[in-house]
């Protein structure tokens, strides 16, 4: 099919569309994704709107692949440090059109496969997204900070009036990543340097 996005996008709240390929995938920015045929879990999920929509998916992907997943603010998901897979929540009509899209047996130059089935991935998926997806938005938070690539980094985040280099610190309320003391709502972000804690544990979030 076209896109999962495309064809969820009519039906209702709780509606699952899962494409063996898509020939017109897309992630932020209009930027295209693209997998051979069967090498990829490629999903829409119809969900209602939350401000925290965004993380909460990030987390429930994450729980439902290996441990090892991290999240790079503000859709990534990274294995060993490549990415793995990708989030794009678009809302629509009063409802959230919710991508998944994760790299099973290929992956592009530079990305990582999972190495993993996609119906088991599927399921897991969908339990993860069903409890993440209504949380309360301090359990989001937490859970998203634990799992988080990207806090503690020096980083340059691409914006519209022009790069903006600092620390990521943390996470607002709201979503927005807080790199120096100011405050990102949307861009993309590019690690300078290694994580100054990296060899901290990180919390791993509500249970």
């Not at 009519?10 to 045929?37: E, F, I, N």
């Not at 607002?172 to 590019?190: E, F, Q």
Request: aromatic share 4%; proline share 9%.
């Amino acid at each position: 099919m076209p896109s999962t996005q495309d064809v969820a996008r009519k039906l209702p709240a709780g509606s699952v569309v899962v494409a063996d390929h898509q020939t017109a995938g897309r992630g932020r920015l209009a930027r295209s994704w693209q997998a051979p045929p069967g090498t990829a879990l490629l999903a829409s999920f119809v969900l209602p709107p939350s401000p925290l929509l965004s993380l909460a998916v990030g987390v429930a992907a994450a729980r439902a692949c290996r441990p090892a997943v991290r999240l790079k603010w503000p859709n990534d998901l990274l294995l060993e440090g490549r990415k793995l897979g990708g989030i794009l929540v678009e809302v629509h009509a009063g409802k959230a059109i919710v991508g998944v899209g994760i790299n099973l047996s290929w992956a592009p130059a530079g990305g990582i496969a999972l190495g993993e089935e996609r119906e088991p991935l599927l399921e897991r998926l969908r339990t993860e997204l069903a409890r993440w997806a209504t949380a309360p938005a301090a359990d989001v938070l937490e859970a998203w900070r634990g799992l988080s690539d990207t806090l503690g980094r020096e980083v340059r985040v691409e914006l519209p009036s022009g790069p903006y280099e600092g620390l990521a610190q943390d996470v607002d309320p709201d979503g927005a990543l807080v790199v120096s003391g100011r405050r990102v709502a949307a861009g993309d972000v590019i690690y300078l340097r290694a994580r100054e804690d990296a060899a901290a544990p990180r919390p791993s979030g509500p249970e």
